[in-house]
């Protein structure tokens, strides 16, 4: 796993083959930051990074310019690595949280420019996760959140969507509020 672009440039970490997530892949990524930048400045935006798996997505937020990312993961082996691999940095932009997603944005209360999910394409609350997003206060008016989702999932119908990317078998809804 690298870091595309940013601070950390070329920055690479190898994931431990005992993980179940699976990075989003270099070609994804990079196109999907490409079209991000028509809807956000990264310099100084907070964001926060749901089911962050190998913490690929935070990774780059940080190398990017965002003042803050939130980095929320329920697994312990892959929480452990994202801290890992923020440490190695140097960054202190990262909070790195072992916990649920789903109590996590209930009982959150801060606010940010930006918000990443990528669930497992198999989580049976996969479907519910944009329509919750959307209708927490987590992410700040004119703020942005995209959902990496498998091909067969549509989104089209909840409130503020904006697009749809498909780069291979990952693609990304995007949401406006």
Not at 26 to 55: H, M, P, Q, R
Not at 144 to 172: L, P, Q, T
């Amino acid at each position: 796993m690298r870091i595309i672009t940013g601070e950390f440039k070329g920055r690479r970490f190898d994931i431990p083959k005992t993980f179940k997530a699976r990075p989003t892949t270099d070609f994804a990524k990079e196109n999907l930051f490409n079209v991000l930048y028509g809807y956000i400045d990264w310099e100084g935006a907070t964001a926060l990074d749901l089911f962050s798996g190998t913490g690929s997505i935070s990774l780059e937020l940080v190398s990017r310019g965002c003042a803050k990312v939130v980095s929320v993961e329920k697994d312990r082996d892959h929480y452990t690595f994202i801290r890992q691999c923020m440490q190695k940095l140097g960054t202190k932009k990262s909070i790195v949280i072992r916990g649920d997603v789903f109590k996590y944005i209930k009982s959150c209360h801060e606010r940010f420019d930006f918000v990443f999910a990528d669930p497992p394409y198999a989580l049976p609350e996969l479907p519910e996760v944009p329509l919750l997003v959307m209708q927490s206060e987590i992410l700040k008016d004119g703020g942005i959140f995209v959902m990496e989702h498998g091909e067969k999932n549509d989104f089209s119908d909840v409130e503020g969507f904006e697009e749809r990317r498909a780069y291979g078998s990952v693609n990304f809804s995007i949401f406006k509020r």
